[in-house]
């Protein structure tokens, strides 16, 4: 089945510095590919995703990159503020509707001032 | 739409009695996964439903963990005889699954948790 890994574990940032998350994933069948924000106690929210069709995606300050040759995907944050401080989760899933969504153990965001 | 909801937000239980978690997706979402998460660690797979059909439970402990999908009512994550290591937050997403020529929407929406305490 799918693994996904996630690196680093923890990460410490100026503000208004860039901020880079890595992921790889296992099984070479995965096409779609979520990140998702957790702050303390509340739930994880999808913040932006993308699909193998497509190499980079970018939102206003976040952007993914994927590459699917080596199985690396990318989550890019520039210009980092105090609300960007959070725990940030990696995913991978498969093109079919039995295809469960495995996430990355995680990466702990704190954005010093 | 007022998305995925789970109940109870805190369960407190005794070691030995059964935690009983529900979770109602999103309007329109056919499609359920359960995750576990321990304090300070990631989100672990458990089990993922389609309304009457367990589509994956390979994440679910054998024992003591059964889940649920009627066709009426909210997904039902059931614990038996629970133990001081079953406390953790247990959140339910749930997701579409529209198929669109080669890939399908999955995108998932989660509740905001059932934080299961074992004393």
């Known amino acids: 089945g799918e693994n996904v890994e996630q690196h680093p574990s923890t990460l410490s940032v100026q503000e208004g510095d860039s901020a880079v998350i890595k992921c790889t994933y296992s099984d070479s069948a995965s096409n779609y590919f979520p990140w998702y924000k957790q702050e303390l106690g509340k739930r994880p929210q999808l913040i932006i995703d993308i699909r193998s069709n497509v190499g980079e995606k970018k939102d206003q300050r976040i952007a993914v990159t994927l590459n699917k040759t080596a199985k690396h995907f990318s989550l890019h944050i520039t210009e980092t503020q105090p609300e960007d401080s959070a725990v940030y989760f990696c995913a991978a899933s498969g093109d079919s509707s039995a295809s469960k969504i495995i996430f990355g153990s995680g990466t702990r965001l704190s954005i010093r001032p | 739409n007022a998305g995925v909801m789970q109940n109870p937000r805190h369960l407190v239980r005794r070691r030995g009695q059964e935690a009983r978690l529900r979770c109602s997706p999103m309007?329109?979402?056919?499609?359920v996964y359960w995750y576990r998460q321990l304090p300070e660690e990631g989100l672990k797979f458990m089990v993922y439903l389609q309304k009457e059909n367990i589509i994956d439970e390979s994440g679910m402990p054998k024992e003591r963990f059964s889940a649920e999908f009627p066709k009426e009512g909210p997904s039902i994550l059931r614990i038996q005889q629970v133990v001081r290591g079953d406390s953790a937050a247990y959140f339910c997403?749930?997701?579409?699954?529209?198929?669109?020529?080669?890939?399908?929407?999955?995108?998932?929406?989660f509740g905001q948790g059932t934080r299961l305490t074992v004393v």
């Open positions: 997403a749930s997701s579409p699954i529209i198929r669109q020529g080669w890939s399908v929407d999955t995108e998932a929406f």
């Open positions: 309007k329109g979402h056919s499609h």
